[in-house]
């Protein structure tokens, strides 16, 4: 008995009368049963039913024609994957970054609008996810799960113009990923290069993201300053992390300097673009958010109420003072990101969602924890249910009855997206592939829908009409192009004087007129008369359009 190892004279002590020794040993060996939380069962379930209407959602949406930004980047990455840098044969005044995402789209999911919003749903919902992992390390579970499942409802609201795949979602999954890693770098150096060469990358997609980069490098300042113990090697952390964060930037430069494109490359996303950012006066920017931001306000108070009352807990939530002061500065620089320019476009408030969506969580868990121990179950069913149902139930005709052309009309109103799929088939079925076309409008989603390239560098119009230093200039450069060119088709696109701006240099407007009359004739007319109703006519000559909202497609005379 001296050898009794103290298990084996457990055993003897506890052994029940009821049961021989070997029933009890294994008895002893199965796992117990862990026990099932209710309240975090049916708190993750109503998220999940929530996170699954998102997907739904999306699906049913995926036909949506591509607006303006989008028929830009898939075109010009359509150009990528043909061996064409971006400003080379196509302007524009964004970073190259979105049309290296939208080629890889491209290359992935294939070339049409649905390809191209399933790629959107993915990354949104990679970013709702980023989002939850920020969120639970900020505030704990419910707060992250409540900041990703408002996040997917908020960006799919259509005062966001959230199921478009603009450029802002792709800026979102890098940036959201860099401050992610950043808050969890501690003293681990490759986290470091990794956090700031994903807030490059954001960068790299759209000049917005400087204010995140703007939050990422004053964050690392003060977890340096005020928690020195946690970095063992402050110097290395920090020049690691501006080494990723320049990576991008260095490389773009190399390539635009190497293959002898870097003039093109600076006019359009530096010389235009601060042009383009320097005219709008402040009076006419308050005016441009007070309205867009009442339309958000409008159909998803319940959230932004949220973001609100997240803001005011940090009154009472003393033991969360650091990290309502990253929600804070995160909330702040996020603002910064919607401003540029002072234009506040819907679109723009995507940026902005992030830091809504982590305050929104940070208020859910807020009122979670003042609430009763009896309703712990219900209390956080109710407000995600409450807050997350409100907003659904206001835009549940555009999210789930309106056929795609409809909601299309609902955003977007009279533009000619439905009916440039139709120009561009009518395009393709009467040209050469080598054929060139121009358009003469804004409506560079015809470029890729046709797979034809543009006879000019100058695929939107309004830049050319636009009161700033280069617009004689570019004016100049689009009338050339085409007379070199001498594209197979033209269309000109009449969306109530869209392309005429008043005040602008006639120069432009009197050219297309006398070129078109001695050079083309009208092979088709698109007359746009109302939401529901359009009138194509291919190959007949004195219609004339009824509606100020028509295209005519001009045909090179033989």
């Not at 408002?150 to 450029?167: C, D, I, K, R």
């Not at 770098?185 to 956090?195: C, H, N, T, Y």
């Not at 003042?370 to 109710?382: C, D, G, N």
């Not at 033209?490 to 004087?497: C, D, E, H, P, T």
Request: contains cysteine.
């Amino acid at each position: 008995m001296g050898n009794l190892s103290l298990d084996k004279y457990t055993v003897v002590r506890i052994l029940p009368k009821s049961r021989s020794a070997n029933e009890f040993l294994h008895y002893k060996k199965k796992p117990m049963q862990p026990r099932i939380n209710p309240q975090k069962t049916c708190f993750l379930l109503t998220a999940g039913i929530f996170l699954a209407g998102v997907v739904l959602v999306r699906l049913r949406l995926l036909g949506l024609p591509l607006e303006r930004d989008e028929g830009e980047y898939a075109y010009m990455a359509q150009q990528l994957l043909q061996g064409i840098l971006p400003y080379t044969e196509a302007h524009s005044m964004k970073f190259p970054g979105i049309y290296f995402a939208y080629a890889g789209v491209l290359a992935i999911f294939g070339q049409s609008p649905v390809a191209i919003h399933l790629s959107l749903l993915f990354v949104n919902l990679a970013t709702a996810f980023l989002l939850f992992l920020l969120g639970r390390n900020l505030l704990g579970l419910s707060a992250g799960v409540a900041a990703g499942v408002s996040f997917g409802v908020l960006t799919l609201s259509p005062a966001l113009q959230g199921v478009w795949a603009n450029s802002e979602h792709f800026v979102l999954l890098p940036a959201i990923g860099g401050i992610l890693l950043l808050r969890t770098a501690q003293d681990r150096p490759a986290r470091f290069f990794f956090s700031g060469l994903l807030l490059g990358c954001a960068l790299l997609i759209k000049q917005h993201a400087i204010f995140f980069c703007l939050f990422g490098v004053m964050y690392l300042g003060f977890r340096v300053v005020t928690q020195p113990q946690l970095f063992k090697k402050p110097f290395l952390g920090c020049g690691l992390f501006a080494a990723g964060g320049l990576a991008p930037v260095i490389f773009i430069a190399l390539l635009y300097g190497v293959t002898g494109n870097f003039s093109d490359f600076w006019f359009c996303t530096v010389q235009y673009a601060t042009e383009y950012v320097a005219m709008t006066s402040p009076d006419s920017g308050f005016a441009n958010f007070k309205y867009n931001f009442a339309q958000i306000l409008e159909s998803n108070f319940p959230i932004l109420w949220l973001s609100l009352l997240g803001l005011a807990s940090m009154a009472w939530r003393k033991e969360v003072g650091q990290e309502y002061l990253f929600l804070i500065g995160f909330f702040v620089c996020s603002f910064l990101a919607i401003t540029p320019g002072l234009y506040f476009r819907p679109h723009y408030f995507l940026l902005w969602a992030p830091a809504l969506s982590l305050l929104a969580g940070a208020g859910f868990a807020s009122l979670v924890s003042i609430s009763s121990p009896r309703l712990k179950t219900v209390v956080p069913v109710a407000i995600l249910t409450l807050a997350l149902g409100l907003s659904v139930l206001m835009q549940k005709e555009f999210f789930f009855t309106l056929p795609v052309i409809k909601a299309t009309r609902l955003i977007y109103g009279l533009n000619a997206f439905p009916e440039s799929l139709e120009v561009a088939q009518y395009i393709r079925d009467h040209s050469q592939k080598t054929d060139k076309i121009a358009v003469l409008g804004s409506e560079p989603q015809i470029h890729f829908y046709s797979q034809r390239k543009s006879a000019t560098r100058h695929l939107y119009m309004y830049p050319l009409m636009e009161k700033h230093t280069y617009a004689r200039q570019m004016q100049a450069e689009m009338m050339q192009e085409i007379e070199e060119a001498q594209p197979k088709f033209i269309v000109v696109v009449n969306l109530s004087g869209f392309w005429v701006s008043p005040g602008s240099s006639p120069t432009l407007k009197d050219w297309a007129q006398d070129y078109l009359n001695s050079e083309y004739e009208i092979s088709g007319v698109v007359d746009i008369l109302s939401h529901e109703e359009t009138i194509y006519k291919w190959d007949e000559r004195g219609y004339l359009p009824q509606s100020r909202y028509h295209l005519l497609i001009y045909k090179r005379k033989i």
